[in-house]
C-alpha cells in the first residue's frame, strides 16, 4: 500500500439486494493509527428518493482490512446503522467489501481515491523529459 494512510476523499458505490438502484457516495476519511473517522454522503435513492443524506463514520483499519460503521445524522426510523468490511487494495486507492444492517439487509460496495491532477510543476518536469 502506498503509504497505508486511508485519509482522504473517496468516491463509491454501494449496491442493494434485487433490483433496487446502486447508490453513489462521497466519503471523507481521517486516519490516526489504525483508526477511521470521517463522514459519508449520498442522495437517498430508496426510501426518500432525492434526499441528501450525511452519517458519520467510526472504524479501524488493520492492515489491508476496513471495518467501519456508518451513523446516520440525524437518526431516523428509515435508518439503521450500518456496518462495512473491506480490504484496501494493495496500492491503497481501493477498497471493497460488504455492508449489512443488522437482522435487515446488505450488499456490495465499492470506493476508489480520485486520482489528483498533476500540479503544474510535476507537469513542467514531464514536460522537459
Same mark, same amino acid.
Given at each position: 500500500?502506498?503509504? +497505508?494512510?486511508?485519509?482522504?476523499? &473517496?468516491? +463509491?458505490?454501494? *449496491?442493494?439486494? +434485487?433490483?433496487?438502484?446502486?447508490?453513489?457516495?462521497?466519503?471523507?476519511?481521517?486516519?490516526?493509527?489504525?483508526?477511521?473517522?470521517?463522514?459519508?454522503?449520498?442522495?437517498?435513492? $430508496?426510501?426518500? $428518493?432525492?434526499?441528501?443524506?450525511?452519517?458519520? $463514520?467510526?472504524?479501524?483499519?488493520?492492515?489491508?482490512?476496513?471495518?467501519?460503521?456508518?451513523? =446516520?445524522?440525524?437518526?431516523?426510523?428509515? =435508518?439503521?446503522?450500518? /456496518? =462495512?468490511?473491506?480490504? $484496501? *487494495?494493495?496500492?491503497?486507492?481501493? !477498497?471493497? +467489501?460488504? &455492508?449489512?444492517?443488522?437482522?435487515?439487509?446488505?450488499?456490495?460496495? !465499492?470506493?476508489?481515491?480520485?486520482?489528483?491532477?498533476?500540479? /503544474?510543476?510535476?507537469?513542467?518536469?514531464?514536460? /522537459?523529459?
Amino acid at each position: 500500500m502506498s503509504d +497505508g494512510n486511508l485519509s482522504g476523499v &473517496w468516491l +463509491g458505490i454501494f *449496491n442493494y439486494p +434485487g433490483d433496487l438502484p446502486a447508490t453513489s457516495f462521497r466519503a471523507t476519511l481521517a486516519e490516526s493509527g489504525g483508526r477511521l473517522g470521517g463522514t459519508i454522503e449520498e442522495i437517498d435513492a $430508496v426510501v426518500v $428518493v432525492g434526499r441528501h443524506l450525511t452519517s458519520a $463514520v467510526d472504524g479501524t483499519r488493520d492492515g489491508r482490512a476496513v471495518r467501519f460503521t456508518k451513523f =446516520y445524522a440525524p437518526a431516523s426510523e428509515e =435508518y439503521d446503522v450500518v /456496518e =462495512y468490511r473491506g480490504t $484496501v *487494495n494493495a496500492e491503497g486507492d481501493e !477498497i471493497t +467489501g460488504h &455492508w449489512h444492517v443488522h437482522g435487515a439487509w446488505g450488499g456490495s460496495f !465499492i470506493m476508489t481515491r480520485p486520482q489528483a491532477a498533476p500540479t /503544474e510543476a510535476e507537469q513542467s518536469d514531464s514536460a /522537459e523529459r
